[in-house]
Each structure stands twice: as structure tokens, then as C-alpha cells.
């Protein structure tokens, strides 16, 4: 008998210990609330809603109209679209500037065909055979 006193006596220390802390934790929380600012403004506050005891986040499926969808997703189209003509943009000053040497080159050539064309760079040394 006196070994099923002791777990009864166990089980008795238990579940008053979480019985003390959970009154402690309660007490704090309390305390706490009690201390608050009550003018004090939280963003969750309208973020949220009360479903019964329990507060839980809006939904956002509402969160614009079909016609701001629009809006926003013509936006997002002439931003894509500002992005590819600026690429195009320097791709095509790339371009021109490949076709301004290749036509330098061509008129060095043309102009005097003793003359080398070292990328781009004419000098007169190297028409005479100097280096």
C-alpha cells in the first residue's frame, strides 16, 4: 500500500507544479495587460478578424477590384515592355558601333591600300614597313 501512496503522491506534485506555473504565467499575462497603454494602436488590429474566441487574419482575395487588376497588370505589361525596348536600345548602339569600325576599316583600306589596319588604328610607320 505504501508504494502506490508515493505514486499517488507523485502524480499529486505534478500536476500542482503545472498548476502553480500555469497561475504564475496567468498572473504575468495579467499584469501585463493591466500595464498596457490602452491608447496604444496595433496594425493587427485591422488586419484581423473575430471568428468566435479566436482572431484570425482577413482574407485578401477581396483586395482589389477587377478594375485596379487591370490597371495594375497593364502596368506590370509597359514596365516588361520599357525593359525589352531598353535592351533593344543598346543592342542596337552596340551594333552600330561594330558597323562604324568595320566601315573605318574599309575606307582605311580603300583610301590606301599599303596601309595596315592594326583593330582599327592606322598608323603611317607601319604603311612605310616600320613596326
Sequence with gaps: MSSTRKQIQKDYIERA???????QALRKLKLKAALRNPDEFY????????????????????????????YILLKKK??????????????????????????????????????FVNDGVLTENQAMGGS
Design 17 to 23: 507544479r503545472a498548476y502553480h506555473q500555469k497561475k
Design 43 to 70: 496594425l493587427k488590429r485591422i488586419k484581423t478578424k473575430k471568428f468566435g474566441v479566436f482572431y484570425k487574419l482577413k482574407r485578401r482575395a477581396n483586395k482589389y477590384l477587377k478594375d485596379d487588376l487591370k
Design 78 to 115: 509597359i514596365k516588361e515592355i520599357d525593359a525589352d525596348i531598353e535592351a533593344s536600345k543598346s543592342r542596337v548602339k552596340e551594333l552600330w558601333k561594330l558597323l562604324e569600325n568595320h566601315l573605318q576599316k574599309e575606307n582605311a583600306t580603300i583610301e590606301n591600300p599599303n596601309q
